[in-house]
């Protein structure tokens, strides 16, 4: 039979008392992220002191191992940067990704809406694709957790059909993602790079000119200066944090512990597992 989602979760202890064990494990690019629209106040405008404090406000409240376990369950892993750890270049800062509920509170009185007061109620509205499981349970996760700091945002599910074409116009929003990255320098010139100069996925409405600058330069660019000008644009999207990362998605094959012979394929991250145990035949699948 199927392991059961416990067993997926947590192989533990050794020789007779291991319960599963873990065949392969890699990290995927991908991932799921709350973006907060700079077309929106009070998220923005680009630049604004108030509107970065109020950012760093909401990533200091969010509590990233409860939106993991709710949303990704044993897939979901620590992200920690602007660009997912599975991508060639990625650099990480997990003190900006930290609960700390004192750090909030701090953050969003020195914005000037202490205990939340103030705070324009347009733009605290969390969207998210109605279709999507992990995006629901994570958006009830994240509104509960900024409610406790004094940001009070409702939630929108919306049509499945819609959700990314309009991902632009919602003030705040979770989006998901999963290309293969080739690089760190890629990756923003796909997510951070300004629509105007052919950023493909620019949601949060984000423009940065030096970020717009490095990333047109990192277009040609090559090993060692290729590294070097992902080392800066991670700088400055770690300051202006376009987006908030929560998780990104694990590919993790597990058999019993009784398994004596197996075949794995499969293509990217998905693995169909057939095993022999005890002289019989049983098919696992993860992904």
């Known amino acids: 039979e ?3 989602r416990a067993l997926y979760a947590a192989p533990a202890g050794s020789g007779a008392r291991r319960r599963a064990v873990v065949v392969q494990e890699d990290l995927t690019t991908s991932h799921l992220q709350l973006d907060l629209n ?3 106040a009070p998220w923005g405008p ?3 002191p108030r509107a970065l404090l109020l950012r760093r406000a909401v990533a200091a409240a969010l509590p990233y191992g409860s939106i993991r376990s709710l949303a990704l369950g044993p897939a979901g892993l620590a992200w920690e940067g602007e660009v997912p750890p599975a991508v060639p270049g990625s650099l990480r800062d997990a003190g900006l990704f930290s609960t700390d509920p004192a750090l909030a509170t ?3 009185a020195a914005a000037g809406y202490p205990g939340g007061q103030g705070l324009p109620q347009a733009g605290l509205v969390l969207a998210y694709d109605a279709g999507d499981s992990v995006e629901q349970a994570a958006a009830g996760t994240i ?3 900024l409610s406790s700091v004094g940001i009070n945002v409702s939630t929108q599910a919306v049509p499945a059909a819609g959700y990314v074409a309009a991902a632009s116009s919602y003030p705040m929003s979770l ?4 290309e293969t990255y080739l690089s760190a320098t890629w990756y923003t010139q796909r997510w951070y790079l300004a629509s105007s100069l052919g950023g493909a996925i620019d949601a949060s409405g984000y423009d940065d000119p030096d970020l717009n600058a490095l990333a047109l330069q990192a277009e040609h660019a090559s090993g060692a200066e290729a590294l070097r000008l992902a080392a800066a644009e991670q700088a ?3 300051q202006d944090l376009p987006v908030i990362p929560l998780a990104v998605e694990a590919a993790r094959a597990v058999v019993a512990p009784d398994v004596r012979g197996m075949a794995v394929g499969g293509i990217g991250p998905l693995f169909a597992v057939t095993s022999t145990v005890a002289g019989s035949r049983q098919g696992f699948s993860s992904s």
Request: hydrophobic letters at 35%.
């Open 2 to 4: 199927d392991l059961t």
């Open 38 to 40: 700079y077309a929106t």
């Open 46 to 48: 680009n630049g604004s």
């Open 106 to 108: 701090a953050d969003l």
């Open 143 to 145: 509104a509960t957790a």
């Open 175 to 178: 989006q998901t993602g999963g």
């Open 236 to 238: 400055i999207e770690l």
